[in-house]
């Protein structure tokens, strides 16, 4: 059984960066197409970037394009989504989530690592 796991969070001031980490173990695969979710306190989740199985195709929303990006290494089975100029806006758990379909229905989700953006 797959899992995702997700790490590289932490708490930084604001301006700063970090980069998260989405890593699958147990079974391979490369044909998935996968996204970074996060949940700030008192929000609901909302879909941030997706990254198709070739790492190609890219999408963004627009509250994170130009701060973040989204890269996948596939011979590691391993997801990024580096971050940079941090707002406190940005504080929230953040998920990487598949998408085996590739049709926008994420069907494994990790437990989320949390980011923590101080003013």
């Known amino acids: 059984q797959v899992q995702l796991v997700e790490s590289g969070g932490g708490v930084v001031q604001a301006g700063g960066s970090l980069r998260l980490s989405c890593a699958a173990s147990?079974?391979?695969?490369?044909?998935?197409?996968m996204g970074w979710f996060r949940q700030g306190p008192g929000k609901e989740r909302e879909l941030l970037a997706t990254?198709?199985?070739?790492?190609?195709?890219?999408y963004y929303k627009d509250s994170v394009k130009g701060r973040f990006t989204i890269s996948r290494d596939n011979a590691k089975n391993t997801v990024y989504l580096q971050m940079n100029s941090l707002k406190p806006g940005d504080t929230a758990v953040y998920y990487c989530a598949r998408d085996l379909a590739g049709t926008g229905g994420y069907d494994l989700w990790g437990q989320g690592t949390q980011v923590t953006v101080s003013s």
């Open positions: 147990g079974r391979t695969f490369s044909s998935y197409a």
């Open positions: 990254i198709r199985w070739s790492g190609d195709s890219t």
